[in-house]
């Protein structure tokens, strides 16, 4: 092992000494490869396992971080990455001066760095962000230069100035401990950018000055890498940027805003439709590269998403693409590291299966192409993404992914070679919760690596902790079908990956199946070639890489509907996990008069589903229970404990419960008691205010929102998610005609627009006077108009609404998902506020 590990070395030394300038800048901004001069394209992630809170967790969790990296790294190449970027906290390697530390965080740098490279994933770095170690926790007191500068000061104080240019010369000239190479004569080094997020003063000479220093620290060791900065921020220094011998800007994107703080819902198509940049016609702009160091659609757990995020940087000219953050496993089930943002293979399989497709999209789609605008561009070649459905589906002829359930076939069943999904498809029937890749490795002979289940059991964006699980892990055993020509009906199958002995034959194509990779056979093939040792691009087919089942008590997840209509069938849907299969699952109702038992039916695999009668739907509040049963034990949910909720001695019983209504009441959408609930935006104003204010009597409670327009041209408004509040009242809903809103207290505001924002992301609103009392607007009424795009987009120079196409699509109030007041546009600086108490259907 010690020879083959020197030869190794030796091996990439030498190839550095020949392309160490792996790529380069040609005259029109574009990066291409030194070797065969064509144009490169490159998708990933950052990972930030050497440094601050994960590194820390591996510490206090008892876990290997070389192992932990080992894994990730594997799990990138199974998602098809080819890039990784990484913010570096130079205060944990570097001291007052700048003098790079040799300790551990550096060693694991270099370590995950030689296990890229043996996955042929390319990086970029970016030496310094500029701030302490801590998040979420508090900051450790360290050595290095950022605890005795803040960003503003980096960039003005000449000691910190002396201080990052001694940091990035000794940066560069790093020999990685696995590699035996100098970070700049790296041939999978594309580049580096200089800075995080920095801050640079209006001065425009003095800005340009200071990046020229740090490309002349990088460039003075003899480093030929291309070198980015940051224009995304500060953007009205743009041109010093450019003017300081940069070989391209980065820009980040974050379009559904960071932190919310729960999952956000509704439609992000119009959000992603376009990254228009409004500063690209500064001198220089044009030949420089451009490339994403940071984008995510954060607090978003749906999987329809990062295709279309692909397409629009592919239209924009984008190069480099990683998103912001990749969990590393081995803590990804508590979702800490960065709480609004959450992606990982076994923890978010369906948005893993989405970045993979994502990948592909920037690797085939050409830079610059144009599929139009939203809603046209949902499609785009052998591409499709879909938030009804929420899916990214991939269907080339050779490939087939998906990130849900779809109806779609193959295009070519004869040429395809990869499937990579998550559910059922017209290939694969699974009942199981986790992602799943069959690749062909011969005629006959496909390799299947099917990864553990997950259930989220509590929101993933709420405030997390490593002491509470947001996700569980489970290894179950689920019949799979696959069917493929190539395969047959009756082919063998046999364990790859150790310690997995499974063998068998397949029944119409059916195989029951754990976690783990197997070897599949067309009955009648002789395989000699193929063993766990083989390779497959850059991955053994005898690898796999997961972590062990988490979940060992028996939990119940379940969202109730908000409000049903009585005297019609309720269904109830939970999710059932645990150590085991539970032996039967039981709903307990209670109404005041009144108590009933119904077993719930298995809906696959964790689900379980029944059916409350119309004859027990009473108007009122229904409250009920689930009771699990195994092995003669009992569990009651949500109280969460051992025990049936029946019996004499259960104590601290808690139920869920729905609001049962008349089919003839309205139809609430806004009240005070969803004042949490509703979101409050300003658009080009100060922060804005929103407040609850108790109103003459008791009972009433107003919703105020104000805020502080210092120019023209804002927008204020009030943004409530009331789909759960319609789901269980579709009777009503197709009787219902009007809206309603009772307004009160009115400051500086002569009109308001009030509707509903439809799952097609499309806006249909009525001007309305804006007066004291409740105002009646017919459906009739609303016309479709700009939607704002909300919560606003990081960078702040991106668009604040979305232009609808010119089509004729009348409102459907079957549609709704969100109902909406604002002001429209504010015309004359000054403060203003408007209340309102409620909001309803009829």
Same mark, same amino acid.
């Given at each position: 092992?010690?020879?083959?590990?020197?030869?190794?070395?030796?091996?990439?030394?030498?190839?550095?000494?020949?392309?160490?300038?792996?790529?380069?800048?040609?005259?029109?901004?574009?990066?291409?490869?030194?070797?065969?001069?064509?144009?490169?394209?490159?998708?990933?992630?950052?990972?930030?396992?050497?440094?601050?809170?994960?590194?820390?967790?591996?510490?206090?969790?008892?876990?290997?971080?070389?192992?932990?990296?080992?894994?990730?790294?594997?799990?990138?190449?199974?998602?098809?990455?080819?890039?990784?970027?990484?913010?570096?906290?130079?205060?944990?390697?570097?001291?007052?001066?700048?003098?790079?530390?040799?300790?551990?965080?550096?060693?694991?740098?270099?370590y995950l760095i030689y296990k890229l490279k043996e996955r042929n994933i390319k990086i970029v770095y970016t030496p310094m962000a500029y701030w302490g170690n801590g998040y979420p926790e508090k900051d450790e007191k360290l050595p290095g230069f950022s605890s005795f500068w803040n960003k503003a000061e980096m960039s003005q104080s000449e000691e910190a100035i002396k201080a990052q240019e001694n940091y990035l010369s000794q940066f560069v000239s790093h020999v990685n401990a696995y590699t035996g190479l100098k970070i700049q004569d790296d041939p999978d080094v594309v580049g580096f950018e200089i800075n995080n997020e920095p801050v640079n003063p209006l001065d425009l000479s003095?800005?340009?000055?200071?990046?020229?220093?740090?490309?002349?620290?990088?460039?003075?060791?003899?480093?030929?890498?291309?070198?980015?900065?940051?224009?995304?921020?500060?953007?009205?220094?743009?041109?010093?940027?450019?003017?300081?011998?940069?070989?391209?800007?980065?820009?980040?994107?974050?379009?559904?805003?960071?932190?919310?703080?729960?999952?956000?819902?509704?439609?992000?198509?119009?959000?992603?439709?376009?990254?228009?940049?409004?500063?690209?016609?500064?001198?220089?702009?044009?030949?420089?590269?451009?490339?994403?160091?940071?984008?995510?659609?954060?607090?978003?757990?749906?999987?329809?998403?990062?295709?279309?995020?692909?397409?629009?940087?592919?239209?924009?000219?984008?190069?480099?693409?990683?998103?912001?953050?990749?969990?590393?496993?081995?803590?990804?089930?508590?979702?800490?590291?960065?709480?609004?943002?959450?992606?990982?293979?076994?923890?978010?399989?369906?948005?893993?299966?989405?970045?993979?497709?994502?990948?592909?999209?920037?690797?085939?789609?050409?830079?610059?192409?144009?599929?139009?605008?939203?809603?046209?561009?949902?499609?785009?070649?052998?591409?499709?993404?879909?938030?009804?459905?929420?899916?990214?589906?991939?269907?080339?002829?050779?490939?087939?992914?998906?990130?849900?359930?779809?109806?779609?076939?193959?295009?070519?069943?004869?040429?395809?070679?990869?499937?990579?999904?998550?559910?059922?498809?017209?290939?694969?029937?699974?009942?199981?919760?986790?992602?799943?890749?069959?690749?062909?490795?011969?005629?006959?002979?496909?390799?299947?690596?099917?990864?553990?289940?997950?259930?989220?059991?509590?929101?993933? &964006?709420?405030? =997390?902790?490593?002491? *509470? %699980?947001?996700?569980?892990? #489970?290894? $179950?055993?689920?019949?799979?079908?696959? /069917?493929?020509?190539?395969?047959?009906?009756?082919?063998?199958?046999?364990?790859?990956?150790?310690?997995?002995?499974?063998?068998?034959?397949?029944?119409?194509?059916?195989?029951?199946?754990?976690?783990?990779?197997?070897?599949?056979?067309?009955?009648?093939?002789?395989?000699?070639?193929?063993?766990?040792?083989?390779?497959?691009?850059?991955?053994?087919?005898?690898?796999?890489?997961?972590?062990?089942?988490?979940?060992?008590?028996?939990?119940?997840?379940?969202?109730?509907?908000?409000?049903?209509?009585?005297?019609?069938?309720?269904?109830?849907?939970?999710?059932?996990?645990?150590?085991?299969?539970?032996?039967?699952?039981?709903?307990?109702?209670?109404?005041?008069?009144?108590?009933?038992?119904?077993?719930?039916?298995?809906?696959?695999?964790?689900? &379980?589903?029944? =059916?409350?009668?119309? *004859? %027990?739907?009473?108007?009122? #509040?229904? $409250?009920?229970?689930?009771?699990?049963? /195994?092995?003669?034990?009992?569990?009651?949910?949500?109280?969460?404990?051992?025990?049936?909720?029946?019996?004499?001695?259960?104590?601290?019983?808690?139920?869920?419960?729905?609001?049962?209504?008349?089919?003839?009441?309205?139809?609430?959408?806004?009240?005070?008691?969803?004042?949490?609930?509703?979101?409050?935006?300003?658009?080009?104003?100060?922060?804005?205010?929103?407040?609850?204010?108790?109103?003459?009597?008791?009972?009433?409670?107003?919703?105020?929102?104000?805020?502080?327009?210092?120019?023209?041209?804002?927008?204020?408004?009030?943004?409530?998610?009331?789909?759960?509040?319609?789901?269980?009242?579709?009777?009503?809903?197709?009787?219902?005609?009007?809206?309603?809103?009772?307004?009160?207290?009115?400051?500086?505001?002569?009109?308001?627009?009030?509707?509903?924002? =439809?799952?097609?992301?499309?806006?249909?609103?009525?001007?309305?006077?804006?007066?004291?009392?409740?105002?009646?607007?017919?459906?009739?009424?609303?016309?479709?108009?700009?939607?704002?795009?909300?919560?606003?987009a990081y960078p702040a120079f991106l668009p604040a609404y979305f232009y609808p196409p010119k089509i004729e699509k009348a409102f459907d109030v079957n549609e709704v998902e969100f109902w909406e007041i604002s002001t429209g546009i504010i015309r004359s600086p000054g403060c203003y506020k408007f209340e309102v108490e409620s909001a309803w259907l009829q």
């Amino acid at each position: 092992m010690a020879y083959k590990k020197i030869l190794q070395v030796f091996l990439l030394f030498f190839s550095s000494l020949v392309c160490a300038q792996s790529y380069y800048l040609d005259k029109n901004g574009v990066i291409r490869e030194a070797k065969s001069q064509k144009e490169v394209s490159f998708w990933g992630v950052n990972y930030t396992l050497p440094f601050a809170h994960a590194y820390r967790m591996c510490k206090r969790l008892g876990v290997d971080p070389k192992e932990a990296i080992e894994q990730d790294v594997y799990h990138f190449a199974r998602l098809g990455f080819n890039a990784y970027r990484i913010h570096i906290w130079d205060v944990e390697i570097s001291d007052r001066k700048g003098n790079l530390i040799e300790n551990e965080h550096l060693d694991l740098l270099d370590y995950l760095i030689y296990k890229l490279k043996e996955r042929n994933i390319k990086i970029v770095y970016t030496p310094m962000a500029y701030w302490g170690n801590g998040y979420p926790e508090k900051d450790e007191k360290l050595p290095g230069f950022s605890s005795f500068w803040n960003k503003a000061e980096m960039s003005q104080s000449e000691e910190a100035i002396k201080a990052q240019e001694n940091y990035l010369s000794q940066f560069v000239s790093h020999v990685n401990a696995y590699t035996g190479l100098k970070i700049q004569d790296d041939p999978d080094v594309v580049g580096f950018e200089i800075n995080n997020e920095p801050v640079n003063p209006l001065d425009l000479s003095h800005t340009t000055a200071y990046v020229k220093r740090m490309v002349a620290a990088i460039r003075n060791q003899g480093c030929k890498k291309l070198v980015f900065y940051n224009v995304s921020h500060n953007f009205s220094n743009t041109q010093a940027f450019y003017d300081a011998g940069i070989d391209g800007g980065t820009f980040q994107w974050y379009p559904t805003g960071l932190v919310a703080g729960h999952s956000r819902k509704g439609n992000f198509l119009p959000t992603v439709d376009a990254y228009p940049i409004p500063f690209n016609d500064v001198n220089g702009f044009f030949n420089k590269a451009k490339v994403v160091y940071e984008f995510d659609p954060a607090d978003i757990t749906d999987s329809y998403l990062y295709p279309a995020i692909a397409r629009t940087f592919r239209k924009t000219g984008f190069q480099w693409v990683t998103q912001f953050a990749y969990d590393p496993t081995f803590m990804a089930w508590a979702n800490t590291e960065y709480q609004t943002h959450y992606l990982n293979l076994v923890y978010t399989p369906q948005k893993a299966i989405s970045m993979k497709i994502a990948s592909e999209v920037m690797k085939e789609i050409p830079r610059n192409t144009d599929f139009g605008s939203y809603p046209t561009d949902t499609i785009l070649g052998h591409f499709k993404v879909s938030y009804d459905n929420k899916l990214s589906l991939l269907n080339s002829g050779e490939k087939f992914f998906y990130s849900n359930h779809t109806s779609a076939f193959p295009v070519n069943e004869e040429l395809l070679r990869e499937v990579a999904g998550f559910g059922n498809s017209s290939i694969i029937t699974y009942p199981g919760t986790g992602a799943y890749f069959l690749d062909k490795l011969s005629d006959g002979v496909w390799r299947l690596e099917v990864m553990p289940d997950q259930v989220w059991i509590k929101d993933p &964006f709420c405030k =997390t902790s490593i002491k *509470e %699980k947001v996700a569980s892990v #489970l290894w $179950n055993q689920w019949p799979m079908q696959i /069917k493929l020509s190539d395969l047959g009906h009756d082919f063998v199958f046999w364990g790859l990956n150790e310690g997995n002995a499974r063998t068998g034959i397949s029944n119409n194509g059916t195989i029951q199946v754990c976690p783990g990779v197997y070897l599949l056979t067309r009955k009648g093939i002789k395989n000699n070639k193929w063993n766990a040792n083989s390779k497959l691009g850059c991955i053994r087919l005898g690898e796999f890489a997961a972590p062990d089942a988490n979940q060992k008590e028996f939990m119940v997840v379940h969202h109730p509907q908000e409000v049903v209509t009585s005297q019609k069938d309720y269904t109830v849907s939970v999710k059932v996990i645990g150590p085991e299969i539970p032996d039967s699952v039981f709903l307990l109702g209670y109404y005041e008069d009144f108590t009933f038992s119904i077993p719930m039916k298995t809906a696959g695999s964790y689900d &379980f589903q029944t =059916t409350i009668p119309a *004859e %027990k739907m009473k108007e009122g #509040l229904l $409250n009920y229970a689930i009771v699990v049963y /195994k092995n003669r034990h009992s569990y009651t949910f949500p109280s969460c404990k051992e025990g049936d909720l029946r019996d004499w001695d259960f104590t601290g019983a808690s139920m869920w419960s729905v609001r049962v209504e008349d089919t003839h009441k309205y139809i609430t959408l806004y009240s005070g008691q969803f004042y949490d609930e509703a979101e409050s935006f300003v658009i080009q104003g100060d922060k804005c205010k929103k407040e609850i204010l108790w109103g003459e009597y008791p009972g009433i409670l107003y919703t105020s929102v104000s805020a502080a327009f210092e120019t023209s041209g804002g927008d204020l408004l009030l943004r409530h998610y009331v789909k759960p509040k319609l789901a269980g009242r579709k009777d009503k809903l197709e009787l219902s005609k009007h809206l309603y809103v009772k307004l009160n207290e009115m400051v500086g505001i002569d009109s308001l627009s009030v509707g509903f924002i =439809t799952k097609d992301g499309f806006t249909y609103k009525k001007k309305i006077a804006a007066k004291k009392g409740i105002v009646v607007i017919p459906f009739v009424d609303l016309q479709l108009e700009r939607t704002a795009l909300l919560p606003r987009a990081y960078p702040a120079f991106l668009p604040a609404y979305f232009y609808p196409p010119k089509i004729e699509k009348a409102f459907d109030v079957n549609e709704v998902e969100f109902w909406e007041i604002s002001t429209g546009i504010i015309r004359s600086p000054g403060c203003y506020k408007f209340e309102v108490e409620s909001a309803w259907l009829q």
